[in-house]
């Protein structure tokens, strides 16, 4: 299982997504952003964010 907070893990998380939506039909927007340092985990942690809308893409690829 691939730690999503990481760099690697959440590069790997937005492609994950971009494909599963593609496969049906919709083109995603999907980010990975950096966050500021955490001292709880001692690191940066990287974030997925998308431009879905109540977790439904908001466009259909053109045909």
Known sequence: MSNYFAKD????????IKDYWSE???????????????????????????HMRNEMPVRRRVA
């Open 9 to 16: 893990g959440a590069r790997e998380l937005q492609q994950r």
């Open 24 to 50: 049906r039909g919709y083109d995603v927007e999907v980010d990975v952003v950096p966050s500021e340092y955490d001292e709880k985990v001692r690191s940066v942690r990287y974030d997925v964010r998308s």
